[in-house]
């Protein structure tokens, strides 16, 4: 969840008092400029910026700036176009820019970025509305909206690795011949977006977007539709242009959808969310103490003061349960007392772990408000779209890598572990080390340790700076084939093994008088067959390749090595 990313990467939430401020660090831009400021107001850190934020920035774990950027090469789209998009270091360089802006495209609004690096852009794109093109009742021109995933690949190129598409979830029901789009009530399909529904150019205005790692679900806010609607990530490109596929079996329609009943054909009021103008669609995380796993929206409620809501969807799995023909639950919400104040078509908030909210006036202050409603911290004058507060350690954190001399390796071989740890916030860090394993066994304190795996093992280090007490953890696995070489004890007879390769059953001709183990191992280390004085082994239910088998009986052990399944 990109909002609140950082809080489930720190170490949980802790027990604070409600008329306590939470964590440290408040992040924000305003023109050419983004700052952390400290909850006692102090600059801790001030970017100046090569371009003015558009829209939205955020500080992505591990000190780079995620900034929308306004660029226009076409003539498409209205307020919150912004067409570029920005990666910028701790130092301020622009590491990576994008633009998306043609004379049929323009990204706008919100960008999310996700844990894989790869960022989620919202972009305008026309499309041909008519009564027997999509059976829309209106013949124009509409700014529809489609969702890309952009994989970074240079300075200043990407490449779209997903996409999702409104126009493919259409439905209407006044034009039976159009086919395509065509349903008897509108009201049995909110999955799909009623075509005639406030049909303007500007039809949905998207401006709020953010990502749920745990459903592979993202979540949209629309100025003019007054809801919020909920896509399955997890369907493929060519599945989401469709109606099934992906971890809830329904392609690239709607899995959710809250604010405005009215919009698939019910009463407008039905769900009391009293939606006029939303932005800000978010979840909230799964560790919040009061509303995990909620959703909220920023509700401008134009004509009167700003509105923090927070709901509880009806989850379940990965779909939602919703009645057709229905509305869409809850029909109760929470709205948060915060301070008084108008906000025109922007704005944020976030809710933090010990309950308290920020919220940002993008004409105003940034308030940090208890659960009562008491205001802990007001930024002054910050005219922000969006603000978000960072723990200590998301900021200044250090960067952590475990290495290995070797990742594969054969029984009784040792390895040279390495870590290291960068921190561009600080000054000369000092760092302290702590080694485990997986399983467990091993530790250390040094640096780079030596070690003996005697199979395939896990080794992580946590690198701690100790001058302000944040960690980082690193690991690497050492993938660990028994070894090739032969051991026969004097007493003990060679075994005959045969045929090999096999099909399947691998015979042992043994000739001894005592107990023995045989041990089958695949080529990561791992047993996969394990057998008291068996003289058939049947392979036949593994699959195709390279196998070792270990013999043992007392102390004394015959190793052959290559047993190849050939089926």
């Known amino acids: 969840m990109k909002k609140l990313m950082f809080l489930l990467i720190c170490m949980g939430y802790l027990t604070i008092s409600n008329a306590q401020q939470w964590s440290l660090y408040t992040f924000y831009s305003k023109g050419t400029s983004a700052k952390l400021v400290d909850t006692a107001g102090t600059t801790f850190k001030t970017w100046t910026l090569a371009s003015q934020t558009s829209y939205s920035a955020y500080l992505l774990p591990g000190d780079t700036i995620l900034q929308t950027v306004g660029y226009s090469a076409g003539s498409i789209g209205q307020g919150g176009k912004t067409g570029r998009v920005r990666k910028i270091t701790w130092g301020g360089t622009t590491a990576w820019q994008y633009d998306v802006s043609s004379s049929t495209t323009q990204m706008h609004h919100d960008v999310c970025g996700m844990p894989n690096g790869n960022v989620l852009l919202i972009v305008y794109e026309t499309k041909s509305a008519s009564p027997t093109t999509v059976g829309c009742s209106l013949t124009l021109t509409v700014w529809s909206e489609k969702i890309i995933e952009v994989h970074p690949t240079g300075a200043t190129t990407g490449t779209v690795v997903w996409e999702w598409h409104l126009w493919d979830h259409l439905c209407q029901s006044l034009y039976p011949s159009v086919t395509s789009t065509y349903v008897s009530n509108v009201s049995q399909h909110p999955e799909l977006m009623n075509v005639n529904y406030q049909m303007t150019k500007d039809w949905l205005h998207m401006n709020g977007i953010d990502y749920n790692p745990a459903l592979d679900q993202i979540i949209l806010s629309s100025h003019m539709m007054d809801e919020i609607y909920v896509i399955d990530h997890s369907a493929t490109t060519a599945e989401a242009a469709t109606h099934s596929g992906g971890n809830s079996g329904k392609g690239g329609d709607f899995l959710y959808r809250w604010g405005n009943p009215a919009a698939y054909g019910l ?8 939606f006029n103008v939303i932005h800000d669609a978010h979840w909230l995380p799964a560790n919040h103490p009061t509303y995990p796993n909620y959703m909220c929206a920023y509700n401008n409620n134009q004509g009167g003061s700003v509105q923090v809501v927070i709901w509880n969807p ?5 779909n939602y349960t919703y009645t057709p023909g229905s509305i869409v639950g809850p029909t109760t919400c929470i709205k948060p007392t915060i301070p008084s104040f108008s906000a025109n078509d922007q704005g944020n908030s976030q809710q933090l772990l010990n309950g308290n909210i920020l919220v940002a006036n ?3 202050s940034i308030y940090e408000v208890s659960p009562a409603g008491t205001t802990l911290q007001t930024i002054s004058n910050a005219q922000s779209c969006h603000a978000y507060r960072y723990d200590k350690c998301y900021v200044r954190g250090p960067k952590a890598t475990a290495n290995a001399s070797e990742t594969n390796i054969v ?5 040279n572990l390495s870590s290291s740890a960068t921190s561009v916030t600080e000054t000369s860090p000092a760092y302290s080390y702590s080694w485990s394993s997986d399983p467990a066994g091993f530790t250390s304190s040094s640096q780079n340790p030596s070690v003996t795996p005697s199979g395939t093992t896990t080794y992580t280090v946590m690198i701690t700076n100790t001058a302000i007490g944040c960690s980082a953890t690193a690991s690497v696995t050492i ?7 032969i051991e026969i004890s004097e007493t003990l007879p060679e075994p005959v093994l045969y045929p090999n390769p096999t099909t399947g059953i691998v015979h042992l001709d043994l000739n001894m008088e005592k107990e023995f183990e045989v041990r089958v191992y695949d080529i990561f280390g791992k047993i996969i067959l394990q057998a008291a ?11 195709n390749g390279m196998y070792f088998m270990n013999v043992k009986s007392g102390d004394a052990i015959i190793l052959k090595k290559k047993i190849l399944l050939t089926k």
């Open 362 to 364: 993008p004409q105003g």
């Open 479 to 485: 993938n660990v084939t028994p070894s090739t070489n």
């Open 314 to 318: 009806p989850y379940n799995g990965y």
């Open 411 to 415: 029984q009784g071989a040792s390895v």
């Open 533 to 543: 004085n068996a003289t058939n082994v049947d392979l036949g239910c593994f699959s």
């Open 267 to 274: 009463s407008g009021t039905g769900n009391n969310s009293g």
